[in-house]
């Protein structure tokens, strides 16, 4: 079965750090991290290429660091010095040349 599964979020004070991680079950050629709070569009936060190319949200800049395990089929998102407003649901995207599949999500809540 082709999928995505992510894992990693929790609650976590202002100023505090979270890793998420993220499977899939196929060789991607392109994964990414997008965030969805409610009541607002669904945001790319970075993405990461085959090549090691990555793309950062200005609003993560300095903040955030994508990488991945290519042997595993893993994609990792180091959160540090997380603000309330980072606070969503954080969705992984894996990209091959026949498959697009999105995760069910995980939660990430930065709050006092």
């Known amino acids: 079965q082709v999928q995505v599964v992510e894992s990693g979020g929790g609650l976590v004070q202002p100023g505090g750090s979270l890793k998420l991680s993220c499977t899939a079950s196929?060789?991607?050629?392109?994964m990414a991290w997008y965030r969805q709070a409610p009541g607002k569009q669904r945001e790319l936060v970075a993405g990461?290429?085959?090549?090691?190319?990555?793309y950062f949200v200005d609003s993560v800049k300095g903040r955030f660091t994508i990488s991945r395990d290519v042997a595993k089929n893993t994609l990792y998102l180091q959160m540090n010095s997380l603000k309330p407003e980072d606070t969503a649901v954080y969705l992984c995207?894996?990209?091959?040349?026949?498959?697009?599949?999105w995760g069910q999500g995980t939660q990430v809540t930065v709050s006092s």
């Open positions: 995207y894996a990209v091959d040349s026949q498959t697009a599949r």
């Open positions: 196929f060789r991607p050629y392109y």
């Open positions: 990461i290429s085959d090549s090691g190319s990555t």
